[in-house]
């Protein structure tokens, strides 16, 4: 019994990755959308979401069922728990990139970005980009230096969210007030991806080291 209740945490673990690779494609399609102003690949992630969000009610069914019949205690308990609220998370990150997927297809054949926020855009969909990738290492190794660079690619995420605030509330902002809430909503969407990243990454380092204060900052 040991043996196979091992072996369905591995799944779970197995399944995290397989998500996390998907919401990874996710974003790196949906900044090339926004970013190009491509509809059929926005169209792409919005397909793909639903493909996320059914992997996610799986593996939550699966760990439900693991702590019905294993009920499991001390550190495997913890893995369970953490699993869903994991997949909660990663489906979080998916509804992310759908939503900028959206921004680009709402406009198209216009771009949805601003044209003065080109540069701050593209860098904050490169991070996010190199986030999830760097997340579906981590949730496959469990190296807890990756954790860190998450932290610290989300810093500059945020700073480059702040910079465009600033700059659509600056006096010298000329931009519609359709490419203000486009340029807002943009940012928001990928502040949070990042976020939601860094909130994993969080209970990976808590169940790899057993350092509950990094994982309580969530």
Known sequence: M????????????????????????????????????DVSIAEEVIENDVRIDELTVALDELAINILARQQPVARDLRIV?????ISSSLERMGDMAEHIAQLARYRYPERAVPKGLRSTFAEMGRLDVEIAH???ELLRTQDVRLAEEIRNEDDRVDELHVKV???????????????TVDATLASRYHERFADHAV??????????TGDWTAESDD
Do not use: C, H, M
Request: aromatic content about 8%; hydrophobic content about 45%; overall charge positive.
């Open 2 to 37: 040991r043996e196979v209740f091992q072996q369905e945490l591995a799944e779970v673990q197995e399944r995290l990755v397989a998500i996390s690779e998907l919401v990874a494609i996710s974003i790196t399609n949906a900044v090339q959308a926004f970013s190009e102003s």
């Open 81 to 85: 728990v953490s699993a869903l609220r």
């Open 134 to 136: 760097k997340l579906t």
């Open 165 to 179: 605030f600033d700059k659509v509330l600056g006096e010298t902002w000329k931009g519609k007030p359709v490419a």
């Open 199 to 208: 909130s994993i990454s969080k209970k990976v380092q808590y169940l790899a």
